[in-house]
């Protein structure tokens, strides 16, 4: 039996490759889907959202090669997380696609194999055959429930979707404006990537990718609450600060 393997982005589809490569294993399929679900307009106007606020454009279609790739000799194998918003969000959107197409899906958390490895884009090549070992068939009944989580998401279509002591939560770009302007009131006048940096390294908001923090700190500049003091040659050397309060 084939296995189609799909992971959330490149970084992930690029580990796979190479162990694949490395055992000599030339029968593989890997797809990626670069949606960054944690964000943004998940019911009306996905493409849009994402080619407005992230300039992003797939060059291939991912939905269209998974459909045509599946038949009764294929399994589907879903990377996912239960720590990463955007590698757990893949498994209800992907159940809710296939529910009534395919139903021989498995699933990988890489939080099974090492609880801090919370997404495969993070692992070593040689480390894919020991997280195999915690693959996991889906029920039907467990591919309708992913499926229907995802339903609730869709009609919720909140502004961020965070991942919170295993439950997707329903967010609001200002739920994290204190979180963020607090942060730059304790650095002080710095470089926009120390800012980024530090959110990062402590892991602000649970697990996501940097992306995100790119894009409620420029919400910030655009709101005036975040202000360029000097403009380096690119914007993660420009020097911010927060803007003072009267």
């Known amino acids: 039996m ?26 593989y399929k890997i797809i990626f889907v670069w949606q960054i679900l944690t964000i943004g307009d998940i019911k009306y106007n996905r493409m849009d959202f994402l080619k407005n606020e992230f300039q992003f454009e797939p060059d291939h279609n991912w939905k269209e090669e998974l459909l045509n790739n599946i038949d009764n000799n294929t399994k589907i194998r879903i990377w996912s997380s239960k720590a990463s918003s955007s590698d757990y969000l ?6 809710n696609i296939l529910k ?3 139903d021989n899906i498995s699933v990988v958390y890489s939080t099974d194999y090492n609880k801090d490895a919370w997404s495969i884009n993070f ?3 040689r480390e894919i055959e020991p997280i195999l070992k ?7 009944d467990e591919i309708n429930s992913f499926s229907s989580e995802w ?5 919720s279509n909140s502004e961020l979707r965070i991942l919170e002591n295993g439950k997707i939560v329903n ?6 404006d204190k979180l963020i ?17 530090n959110l990062l390294g402590r892991n602000a908001i649970n697990e996501i990718e940097d992306s995100i923090y790119y894009y409620l700190v420029d919400r910030l500049i655009s709101q005036n609450k975040i202000k360029i003091v000097e403009h380096g040659d690119s914007d993660l050397h420009n020097i911010i600060e927060v803007v003072n309060e009267k």
């Open 2 to 27: 084939r296995t189609i393997d799909v992971c959330e982005n490149p970084s992930g589809a690029g580990c796979l490759k190479q162990y694949y490569e490395a055992n000599n294993i030339n029968d």
């Open 90 to 95: 893949l498994l209800p959107y992907l159940c």
């Open 100 to 102: 009534d197409k395919f």
């Open 123 to 125: 692992l070593s090549y």
């Open 134 to 140: 915690y693959e996991k068939s889906l029920t039907k």
């Open 151 to 155: 339903e609730k998401l869709v009609e």
């Open 171 to 176: 967010k609001s770009y200002s739920d994290y």
């Open 181 to 197: 302007l607090n942060e730059l009131k304790e650095l002080g006048r710095c470089k926009y990537a120390v800012l980024l940096g």
